[in-house]
């Protein structure tokens, strides 16, 4: 198993409700160092380029006005396995659907205010991190 890197997004709802420290609890807990973390307002280009990917689906709009609607926490998380280890972590996109045990389970509001992003691929945590940190920002 190799050691990755992915990328993290502690979204507006959950720092709404002062869940950072509890989500990274459960992030360190199994087993994923936080490497690279920073607080940040989301502006309304870093939203739409962050999920310009999903710029046809009927949600997008509204998703960027949820991400753009308070604080996020951008996060770089550094373990075996970490981008498969993390969706575990978060578990299903939609809380209904996610394990007992999950951060969505246990904390997200509905499929939109879900708490958490997690990159789906080594490939996009590459580019989304280098949306939001330099090297210099990452200490491992
Ligand atoms: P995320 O992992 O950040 O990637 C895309 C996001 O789109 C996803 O989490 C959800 O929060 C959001 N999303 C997916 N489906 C819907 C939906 N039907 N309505 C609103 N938001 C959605």
Known sequence: MATERTFSIIKPDATN???TGKINAMIEEAGLRIVGQRRIQMTDAQAKKFY???AERPFYGELVEFMT???VVV?????ENAVAKYREVM???NPEDAAPGTIRKEVALSIGENSVHGSDSQENAKLEIGQFFTEADIVG
């Open 69 to 71: 609607s308070a604080p």
């Open 75 to 79: 996060q770089v998380l550094e373990g």
């Open 52 to 54: 310009e990917v999903h």
């Open 17 to 19: 409700r002062n869940l």
């Open 91 to 93: 578990g299903a996109t």
